[in-house]
């Protein structure tokens, strides 16, 4: 079975510029999570997807980051313009519903250095 | 919201000898409680989980967690360390009433020492 697929793996940017990821999910995994990990933290929820639909976003900055899910299946994850502090590992999972005992499988990330 | 404990930064345990990695928790309602592993430049790695039932719950790789409500506590232990157990480990907790958001906690580094 093929795992969560994201891309790209290491993105460096200056501050003030725009960046994109992307992820393809588990096939048929209902629900989508993109996760923030800075350096020496766990991973923060910044929004959560069930199909095409935001279930979550409350801890995603709205004002320069944005994701979509249009047809229920891949995702992107978008930061205009980036700042210092977004510097991180963009980590995407997915899980095969939306419910609390499941767990969550992860792909390898994307780190992103913004100087 | 819920939220996660995890005390230590890092582990260090000889090889062979019993390794325990701590975790409190706090959630509104009954918690789920999850560990995952992060190996270097990896997305994390489901380990085990407690949702209901027997408070010792057995994972992946021989690692097991014992749950207990009293503490609040899910500790994550391994009888015998092996070098390759080195890793990140995460602590995790969902508020099992609704909402369905999954906590991190800041994670501990586990090094097992030849």
């Known amino acids: 079975e093929a795992g969560v697929a994201q891309s790209p793996r290491y993105k460096i940017i200056e501050k003030r510029q725009s960046v994109a990821f992307w992820c393809n999910p588990i096939s048929g995994h209902a629900t989508l999570y993109w996760y923030q990990q800075i350096l020496g933290q766990g991973p923060k929820l910044l929004i959560q997807f069930q199909n095409n639909g935001v279930v979550d976003d409350s ?14 299946v891949d995702s992107t994850l978008k930061i ?17 519903e939306y419910e609390n ?15 | 919201a819920q939220s996660v404990a995890q005390p230590e930064d890092q582990v260090n345990v000889a090889e062979g000898n019993p390794l325990t990695v701590k975790c ?7 918690p789920y409680l999850f560990w995952y592993v992060q190996y270097p430049n990896r997305g994390l790695q489901f380990l085990l989980k407690y949702i209901t039932g027997d408070n010792l719950v057995k994972g992946s790789y021989g690692f097991e967690a014992e749950f207990n409500k009293s ?11 092996l070098v390759s157990d080195s890793a990140l480990y995460f602590c995790a907790v969902r508020d099992g009433t609704g909402n ?4 991190f906690g800041k994670g501990n580094q586990v090094v097992v020492i030849p």
């Open chain 1, 80 to 96: 205009q313009p980036a700042k210092l502090e977004d510097s991180a590992v963009y980590l995407c999972a997915s899980s095969l």
């Open chain 2, 100 to 103: 369905n958001r999954l906590a």
């Open chain 1, 59 to 72: 801890q995603l900055p709205k004002d320069r980051f944005s994701a979509e899910r249009l047809k229920g």
């Open chain 2, 71 to 81: 503490q609040t506590s899910f500790h994550l232990k391994k009888p015998s360390a």
């Open chain 2, 24 to 30: 409190t928790y706090s959630v509104s309602g009954n």
């Open chain 1, 101 to 115: 005992t499941g767990e969550l499988f992860f792909g390898e990330g994307s780190r992103l250095t913004v100087l």
